[in-house]
């Protein structure tokens, strides 16, 4: 059975276990520093991806440089509003990140 610990737990730990040990007083002070920054980035990615879920992104134009509102099937493909497109890529990847993240 593997354990999980959080960075702030590890860096207890490293305290505890070799205390006045400079290397590992300077690790511990990181591995908290890192968590703080870890936790702070999430929660800004979680806002954006509450802002980017609710805005609309439209450019009017398809990812292959023609104008929505006269794409045809002509040019080979039916319409991809690119902005829409990026957007629904950024949404998947903070999604995956957050995900990752916050895995148990």
């Given at each position: 059975m593997s354990e999980k610990f959080t960075a702030l737990q590890l860096a207890?730990?490293?305290s505890l276990t070799f205390p006045g040990n400079l290397g590992v007083d300077k690790a511990a002070?990181?591995?908290?520093?890192?968590?703080?920054?870890?936790?702070?980035?999430?929660?800004?990615l979680r806002s954006c991806l509450g802002m980017l879920e609710q805005a609309n992104c439209s450019t009017g134009y398809c990812c292959c440089g023609s104008s929505i509102d006269s794409h045809t099937w002509g040019d080979g493909h039916g319409p991809v509003d690119e902005g829409e497109h990026y957007q629904?890529?950024?949404i998947e990847a903070a999604r995956a990140a957050i995900a990752r993240a916050t895995e148990e």
């Open positions: 207890d730990a490293l002070a990181e591995l908290r520093r890192l968590s703080t920054v870890n936790a702070e980035l999430l929660e800004a629904l890529k950024a």
